[in-house]
Structures are given as C-alpha cells and as structure tokens.
C-alpha cells in the first residue's frame, strides 16, 4: 500500500475515534498533498452533506489552513463570524451546517502531514477537554505515520541490489542482521496488513536457506518467538528486548524458554545458532 494510501486509512481510524472520544457529531480531515501548500478533504465521519468533500485547503487560509500555516491546533466558537479566521470556505462550511469547529494539525518530523477536524452545529466552546482528546486523535495518527515511514526507510535499506543475504563481509553480515532485527521488531507495530507482510517477506529474503541436516526437520518458532531470538541475536538483554518490542520482560523470558525449547537448545546461545543453522535468522 502506497504512503498516502495508508496515511488516509490512518486518518480515517482516527475520525472515527476523535467522535467517539469527544462527542462530537461532525469529524472530518485530510493529507497534505505531497510537494504543495495545502491539504484536501478525503475523510469523514457523521457529515450530512458532500459540500466538503474534496475541497482543497489552502495553508494559511480558514481553520484548517490556520492549523497547517502555524503547525497548532485552532478552534473557533462560531466559524463563519470569527475574525480569527479568513473565509475562502465558508460556504461550504454553512452547507454543511457548522459552526464550532476545531482543526489539528498531524505532524510528522516538523511536517504537517494532514489535518484532522471535528465540529459541532451549533456555537458553542469546545473545552478542554474535547481539545485534549482531539490532539491526541492526532498524535495517534503520527505515531503510525513515523512507523510506516520507519518501515519503509528500512525496507529500502535492507534490500541491497547486489547482494544476497550471504554475501559480502562480516560487516555487511552483521548490518543484515542489524536490519533483520529491526524488521521484525517494527512488524507487530504496522497497522497497515499489505505493508506488514512486505516486511515480514524482506524479513524472509535476509536469511539464508537451512542447512542440509536441518532441511529435512525445519524448527518452527511462533512469530513472537521468532522477534525475541532476533533481539537475542542482536545482544539485546531480556528488558531491552522488551521495551523494543513492547512486551513485558517475563512475556518475553517465556517466549525465550519456549524457542530454546522448540530448537532443541540449553542456553540462548545454542538457540542463536541453531536457529542461523535452521535459516530462521541470518
């Protein structure tokens, strides 16, 4: 799935959870269009009309381009009477009939990346509360996108055009394994199923093929088990490995135990290498 299609679902998602967190009737938002100065309107949730729908908001002007021109969240009481504001959209917005209307700002690595709106039909304040819940909306939403773009950072990185998984130095070897690593620690965390099994594939290209022996009794290991022996691997203690796969430290000793157990391997160690032989890991 493309960025800008998985940052969509993204908003989508957080709409839907910005109404149900604030009680607002109205959610709505967008991206901001790659390379330009201005986001549209793809997404919304509890709108009666289709006056918003695709309309393209410029950065600096009305709520949403106030939001995007000064990377914080706005919020007027009555829209089409705030001097807040300017009004290129209000007839759109009074389409729609809205009046209390808050806009906030996605922001990745300093970027707007999108805006997420919620609104009410009549003029009122919107508290602090319902303020406090729609940044968060919005924090959620970064959080994916700085996964998504993690992953595809190293998706990038881990596939070199000229060499396999075996090649190379120890150096290279050990940066394989480095991205492996990191590969599997991010799947679990990738909303997006297309991008998360893209992942999991290049996470199958990294490591070699079975030794002969091993071949013909293929170890299986769950795919958890499989993320702590990678952090294993990369000489990660049991609480690193927990707080980089977002596990508690026990979980973790138990998927440990339950992988040697499977390997056939009385230390981690021998559980490291036994899975390499077995071409589990690089």
């Known amino acids: 799935m493309a960025a800008d299609a998985a940052g969509t ?6 709409l839907a959870r910005l109404r149900r967190t604030t009680g607002l009737p109205v959610a709505f938002g967008g991206l901001v269009e790659p390379g330009r100065q201005r986001m549209r309107i793809s997404e919304f949730s509890g709108a009666a009309g289709l006056a918003l729908r695709g309309l393209a908001v410029t950065s ?11 990377a914080r969240p706005c919020a007027v009481t009555d829209y089409s009477l705030s001097r807040q504001i300017s009004h290129e959209y209000d007839a759109a917005v009074a389409e ?14 300093r970027r707007v990346r999108g805006v997420l709106y919620g609104a009410l039909r009549t003029a009122q304040p919107l508290g602090d509360r319902t303020l406090t819940a729609a940044v968060q909306a919005a924090r959620d939403v970064e959080q994916a996108l700085v996964v998504g773009d993690e992953a595809r950072e190293l998706l990038s990185a881990a596939r070199p055009p000229d060499a396999g998984p075996g090649a190379g130095t120890g150096a290279d070897r050990e940066q394989v394994r480095e991205a492996h ?13 297309v991008l998360r099994a893209e992942l999991l594939a290049v996470c199958g290209l990294l490591t070699p093929k079975a030794s002969r022996g091993q071949a013909e009794r293929p170890a299986v290991l769950a795919p958890r088990e499989l993320d702590v022996l990678a952090c294993v691997a990369a000489g990660a203690t049991n609480a690193a490995a927990a707080e ?11 998927y440990l135990r339950s992988a040697m157990r499977r390997l056939g ?6 559980a490291v290498v036994a899975a390499r032989r077995a071409g589990l890991l690089p």
Do not use: F, H
């Open 181 to 193: 690593t990191a590969l599997r620690a991010l799947a679990p965390r990738i909303a997006d199923p």
């Open 244 to 254: 980089r796969l977002g596990l508690r430290p026990e979980t973790v000793k138990g």
């Open 96 to 109: 729609e009939g809205l009046r209390s209307v808050l806009a906030i700002p996605v922001i990745v690595r």
């Open 60 to 70: 600096g002007n009305g709520l949403g381009g106030k939001a995007v021109a000064l």
């Open 265 to 270: 391997a009385a230390t981690r160690g021998e």
């Open 9 to 14: 679902m993204e908003i989508r998602g957080a």
